[in-house]
């Protein structure tokens, strides 16, 4: 009996130890994603759900994700060629919306966190990309996540790298990357007090020479960005309530506005020869303000166009855009 009491006392032993659950293969999740309806448009920072392109999201594991999203057959800002193709710069959009739905939704971020693009590059692959048909194009994106950054505490997700490669119809035709951050409301105050002033811009030559559409490659003139001023080129949108660029309120140049106006000052320097882009690499180095106007400045070399964005004195942005 006193050997029974003793048993009693042993600690019970250890559970074995639960193997981690393998990661979905993403063909399988990717069967299951759909394409009916968006996902919110708080969830990408946007206010009209016409601008909305992700429609479905399913984690894998590991920080893994596979993702579905929609192209729209004629964007109104970014229509597709005439010979079907959309946009380029819809794959920057689509990398955009995936950075901040999935650390939104997947990941802690800090409540009301601002998102701040520090970098973005893309590749399409010219023989791959999808042409549009009758309907949009669905477009099938593998999503990994690596080198989270957190608070002090850890709770919250500060930072992180994205890298996703897009498919249609089982086929990939590009890859798109980028870092970003996520700041508080009082990180965020503090970064724009940092930012150069403005308020002692020079005053504005009287003299704007905004291009044609056909020039800088874009359907409409509200879609311009630049202007001529002066013999340099200048960042000054035609249209600050665009529903594509300005879908909702900034206290700062966003970095696709960024983008697309290099890829028209692009298309301007070389005489309409480099229009579309296949490939890019954006590195935002501090907040572009609309005013003063920042200057873009482009230098084609062959089939590569590097550019830069200048705004009192420093440079706020610089990048390559590559083409076919």
Same mark, same amino acid.
């Given at each position: 009996?006193?050997?029974?009491?003793?048993?009693?006392?042993?600690?019970?032993?250890?559970?074995?130890?639960?193997?981690?659950?393998?990661?979905?293969?993403?063909?399988?999740?990717?069967?299951?994603?759909?394409?009916?309806?968006?996902?919110?448009?708080?969830?990408?920072?946007?206010?009209?759900?016409?601008?909305?392109?992700?429609?479905?999201?399913?984690?894998?594991?590991?920080?893994?994700?596979?993702?579905?999203?929609?192209?729209?057959?004629?964007?109104?800002?970014?229509?597709?060629?005439?010979?079907?193709?959309?946009?380029?710069?819809?794959?920057?959009?689509?990398?955009?919306?995936?950075?901040?739905?999935?650390?939104?939704?997947?990941?802690?971020?800090?409540?009301? !966190?601002?998102?701040?693009? %520090?970098? +973005?590059?893309?590749?399409?692959?010219? $023989? @791959?990309?999808?042409? #549009?048909?009758? *309907? &949009?194009?669905?477009?099938?994106?593998?999503?990994?996540?690596?080198?989270?950054?957190?608070?002090?505490?850890?709770?919250?997700?500060?930072?992180?790298?994205?890298?996703?490669?897009?498919?249609?119809?089982?086929?990939?035709?590009?890859? !798109?990357?980028?870092?970003? %951050?996520? +700041?508080?409301?009082?990180?965020?105050? $503090? @970064?724009?007090?940092? #930012?150069?002033? *403005? &308020?002692?811009?020079?005053?504005?030559?009287?003299?704007?020479?905004?291009?044609?559409?056909?020039?800088?490659?874009?359907?409409?003139?509200?879609?311009?960005?630049?202007?001529?001023?002066?013999?340099?080129?200048?960042?000054?949108?035609?249209?600050?309530?665009?529903?594509?660029?300005?879908?909702?309120?900034?206290?700062?140049?966003?970095?696709?506005?960024?983008?697309?106006? &290099?890829?028209?000052?692009?298309?301007?320097?070389?005489?309409?020869?480099?229009?579309?882009?296949?490939?890019?690499?954006?590195?935002?180095?501090?907040?572009?303000?609309?005013?003063?106007?920042?200057?873009?400045?482009?230098?084609?070399?062959?089939?590569?166009?590097?550019?830069?964005?200048?705004?009192?004195?420093?440079?706020?942005?610089?990048?390559?855009?590559?083409?076919?």
């Amino acid at each position: 009996m006193a050997i029974i009491g003793e048993a009693r006392d042993l600690p019970e032993p250890p559970e074995p130890p639960r193997r981690p659950r393998p990661p979905e293969p993403w063909e399988l999740a990717a069967r299951r994603l759909s394409w009916s309806r968006t996902v919110a448009r708080e969830a990408v920072h946007r206010a009209s759900v016409a601008e909305v392109l992700l429609t479905d999201v399913r984690a894998l594991g590991g920080d893994r994700f596979v993702a579905a999203a929609q192209w729209p057959r004629s964007h109104p800002t970014f229509p597709h060629g005439g010979d079907g193709r959309h946009h380029p710069l819809m794959v920057a959009e689509t990398l955009r919306q995936l950075g901040i739905y999935l650390p939104s939704r997947h990941f802690a971020t800090p409540a009301g !966190a601002h998102f701040v693009i %520090r970098d +973005l590059s893309f590749a399409l692959d010219p $023989a @791959a990309e999808p042409r #549009a048909g009758h *309907g &949009a194009t669905d477009v099938v994106c593998r999503a990994a996540v690596t080198d989270p950054r957190t608070t002090p505490c850890g709770r919250f997700l500060t930072g992180l790298r994205l890298d996703i490669v897009l498919l249609a119809g089982g086929a990939p035709f590009a890859r !798109a990357g980028g870092t970003a %951050r996520f +700041l508080d409301a009082q990180a965020y105050e $503090a @970064a724009r007090r940092a #930012a150069p002033p *403005g &308020a002692d811009a020079p005053p504005r030559s009287p003299v704007l020479a905004r291009p044609a559409p056909p020039l800088v490659a874009v359907p409409a003139a509200r879609d311009v960005l630049v202007v001529r001023e002066a013999g340099a080129l200048r960042l000054d949108p035609a249209d600050l309530r665009h529903p594509f660029f300005f879908d909702h309120w900034s206290d700062h140049v966003p970095g696709l506005v960024l983008l697309e106006a &290099a890829r028209q000052a692009a298309a301007l320097t070389s005489q309409g020869v480099l229009t579309r882009p296949v490939g890019c690499r954006l590195r935002a180095l501090r907040f572009t303000e609309f005013a003063p106007p920042a200057r873009v400045e482009c230098v084609p070399h062959g089939r590569l166009c590097v550019f830069r964005l200048w705004q009192a004195g420093q440079r706020t942005a610089v990048g390559v855009l590559r083409y076919p």
